[in-house]
């Protein structure tokens, strides 16, 4: 039985970019606030400014290439996926709403047959 291996930041140099990121972050949501007297572009351009920064130092981290990576092989596997033509998309949408038409009379027969069995043939408090 093999484990999953568990990825941390190892380097103290990523550690300190994911620090500072954080705190970038923490520090634009407190500009944005404690700039209250301001205009409100002002607040919303020093928000959006740190938070600028904050990715950018993020991205320059470990796990930050990894996450571009990841991003990269997710889109290089999406051009590889065959999708339908627009006529077998339209097949499989009208099977979809038959298959839901019919169950949703299958169910309401369903139900009426229970209805008519319980309350008119066992309790008889119909007719």
Known sequence: MTQAQVE???TGADKAKLAVAA?????????????GQQDAWVRVLALLGLLLVAVVVFFTSEPGRQLIGFGRE????VRKVVWP???E????TG???AFVVVMALFLWLTDKTLEWVLYDLILGWRG
Do not use: I
């Open 23 to 35: 705190l970038l972050v923490l520090g634009a949501v407190a500009a944005y606030y404690l700039l």
């Open 85 to 87: 033509s627009r006529k």
């Open 89 to 92: 998309a339209l097949q499989m």
């Open 74 to 77: 997710a889109a290089r596997e």
């Open 8 to 10: 941390t930041v190892s």
């Open 95 to 97: 099977y979809v709403f």
